[in-house]
């Protein structure tokens, strides 16, 4: 296993949207077309036909969103367009003991502000303020990780 991270990130939640087939391949579609990098990407779950999508940006560009918060909610159907800036996104490479990873971190009390997993790569964000010490930690505690 391997990890990797990038320091300024931020998370940009839609919250209440359409729960419907296509609904995040659109938002994706739509923060490209508008010039935004999308790292990464996961869904809440449905309640009532409306969940919320979050995806994973640099923290810039999480500024230019939030002041056109309102548009951008207008464009892709969203209830509200919520930015939360200060984070840091992690990315574990050929993860084989997921359980292993999140217990580090839950351990070290370091809260996941997003997670999202695909074949053997466990993304998540936390608060930048905590990278130092989870480096240090995967360091001790999960050998090769870095």
Avoid: C, W
Wanted: no cysteine; charged share 25%; aromatic share 8%.
């Amino acid at each position: 296993m391997s990890a990797h991270y990038r320091e300024k990130v931020a998370k940009v939640t839609f919250r209440g949207i359409r729960d419907r087939p296509g609904m995040a391949a659109e938002i994706i579609s739509i923060m490209k077309e508008e010039g935004f990098t999308v790292l990464a990407a996961s869904f809440d779950s449905s309640v009532g036909g409306r969940a919320d999508f979050s995806v994973i940006t640099y923290e810039s560009e999480g500024v230019s969103i939030r002041r056109r918060r309102e548009e951008i909610a207008e464009k892709v159907g969203a209830k509200e367009v919520v930015v939360d800036p200060g984070l840091a996104f992690v990315e574990f490479l050929d993860v084989l003991d997921l359980k292993a990873i999140l217990e580090v971190l839950a351990n070290a009390g370091i809260n996941l502000e997003f997670i999202a997993m695909t074949s053997g790569v466990l993304g998540v964000a936390i608060r930048r303020i905590f990278l130092d010490e989870l480096m240090y930690i995967l360091q001790e505690e999960v050998p090769h990780a870095l």
